[in-house]
């Protein structure tokens, strides 16, 4: 059988077999399958019947993106952006009540918010109180009273806000006020503040602490909130801003009472206690006007206090 060229074959459909290359090889064209369709005759039959070996399809070029390095989590990048620790300093790992805060505090965040400051004359207030403290009942208590009657009037500020897209009126006016404990901070609740007598609230509010020292507060002593008040005037700081707790609408910084030169209308200087107290609201449910409307009523009963005891 004389040797031929692909070029000189044919296949069924009267079709040329593509010449690609030719080669000199005795293949008796009788034995060769087809396998292309009806049979067909293909150039790999004539490769395969002539013992060639199919050349091997050279690798697809791998993808940039698959080549290039998987970006790092966002844990990974924040550590990596991190400044390497000072020579001589200690890591020391959230305690369980730290965590909790450090997650209640990334969650503010994400709320819109605005501040209002309000000066509030104490003189009345320092006096109660001076009756009040041989008996057990604190400022931090004859505030929360205060702030409970005021929220009432005003039920707007005890909203919450807590999906984005709606808000809720709260039944009651639970004050949530802010105690530092050993690592952490915590927030024993005062239910139906503005509906007990000061005396029964004052041992409601020395039964929580001795709990929360004692790290036995139930859940629904520390998050059932409804507005939050902290109080650092005890330790002589004058003003403060105060982060707003998630689900709550606002937060209440009350500073320390000090001696203040004030004028009367008539033009007249006198000196007078004031407090400034800053509120902090969740601006999606609280306006300015709501706030400032909720400030002169707290003003008012603390200024003439009297109602506080009754």
């Known amino acids: 059988m004389k040797p031929f060229r692909l ?3 044919w296949c069924g459909a009267g079709q040329r077999i593509p010449e690609y290359r030719c080669f000199e090889e005795k293949v008796d064209i009788n034995k060769v399958v087809g396998t292309g369709p009806y049979g067909r005759i293909t150039p790999a039959d004539i ?7 199919p050349k091997k399809p050279a690798p697809a070029p791998v993808a940039q993106a698959a080549a290039a390095p ?3 989590a966002p844990a990974a990048a924040a550590s990596a952006s991190l400044p390497p620790p000072l020579p001589g300093s200690s890591v020391v790992p959230f305690t369980t009540m730290q965590g909790a805060v450090s997650k209640n505090m990334m969650e503010s965040l994400s709320v819109p918010t605005f501040r209002v400051g309000y000066p509030i004359v104490t003189d009345a207030l320092d006096a109660l109180y001076a009756k009040l403290k041989p008996k057990g009942v604190t400022m931090t208590v004859i505030l929360a009273k205060a702030a409970a009657m005021a929220l009432a009037q005003h039920p707007v500020v005890n909203a919450s806000c807590k999906d984005g897209r709606s808000f809720s009126y709260n039944g009651s006016n639970n004050i949530a006020v802010a105690v530092a404990m050993d690592g952490g901070l915590i927030t024993p ?3 139906d503040a503005d509906k007990l007598d000061l005396y029964l609230l004052s041992e409601k509010w020395k039964e929580l602490v001795k709990k929360a020292r004692a790290k036995q507060l139930s859940p629904n002593e520390y998050n059932s909130g409804t507005f939050t008040l902290s109080n650092l005037g005890m330790f002589g700081v004058d003003r403060f801003d105060a982060i707003l707790p998630p689900g709550q609408g606002a937060i209440m910084a009350v500073g320390a009472s000090k001696p203040t030169v004030v004028a009367d209308k008539d033009g007249f200087f006198s000196v007078k206690s004031k407090m400034l107290v800053n509120v902090t609201a ?3 449910i609280i306006y300015g006007a709501d706030l400032a409307a ?3 009523t707290f003003a008012k009963i603390v200024e003439n206090p009297d109602n506080l005891t009754l």
């Open 282 to 284: 969740d601006h999606r």
């Open 7 to 9: 070029s000189d074959m």
């Open 294 to 296: 909720f400030l002169e």
């Open 47 to 53: 490769e395969a019947a002539a013992g060639i070996q």
């Open 189 to 191: 609740v005062l239910q």
């Open 70 to 72: 998987a970006t790092p």
